[in-house]
């Protein structure tokens, strides 16, 4: 069983997902840690409910502390608001993944997240966005993709629309993501992910 840290900003739906299948044994992992950067975040409520180590905390080397006190083996961005340092990345090269709203590389990087990126699909006027689950490099959202899924924007669509629609592959992609990561079944060839079933 792996230990899994998750770094999260705000109401933690993807962390919940996370628990609900480690719980299921669906991930061979265990969430041993939730580390966010915003005291009031609602998905450190999630952690605590879940009997699971839960840490409001800004300063980056303190979090790489926590992680490594924890033994963490993965560490999972799951709606993590903040660019982690090339030094993180080093301290856990390979080690972190990061699930974005959008079908990188069309609306990433920084300044692109949350509603913000479904804002900008709806103004550009693309025909299909969804999510993208990559380990995280020192650029942001640049990382090697290990899956994406795809969501249809239609002309009904709104930011809340599809911002559920996404958040639905979102929980799907990035669980099977962490699910083959814990089962040894990921490996990275220059840019590309490929997947050892």
């Not at 265990?30 to 605590?48: D, F, I």
Request: net charge negative.
């Amino acid at each position: 069983m792996l230990n899994i840290g998750v770094l999260v900003s705000g109401g933690g739906t993807n962390l919940q997902s996370i628990i609900d299948e480690t719980k299921l044994g669906n991930i061979k992992g265990n969430v041993s840690v939730v580390v966010s950067n915003k005291e009031n975040a609602y998905a450190l409520q999630r952690a605590k409910h879940n009997n699971i180590d839960a840490i409001y905390e800004t300063n980056e080397d303190k979090i790489i502390e926590i992680l490594k006190a924890h033994e963490v083996d993965l560490v999972v961005l799951a709606g993590y608001l903040k660019i982690i340092s090339p030094k993180f990345v080093s301290e856990f090269k390979n080690k972190i993944i990061n699930i974005h709203p959008s079908l990188i590389p069309s609306f990433c990087g920084e300044g692109y997240y949350g509603e913000k990126v479904h804002q900008a699909v709806i103004d550009y006027g693309v025909k299909f966005t969804g999510a993208t689950v990559h380990f995280v490099n020192e650029v942001a959202d640049n990382g090697p993709i290990i899956m994406q899924k795809i969501v249809e924007v239609k002309q009904i669509d709104d930011v809340k629309t599809l911002a559920k629609k996404v958040l639905e592959v979102e929980h799907e992609i990035l669980n099977e993501s962490i699910r083959l990561f814990c089962e040894n079944k990921l490996s990275i060839v220059g840019r590309r992910v490929f997947i050892n079933e």
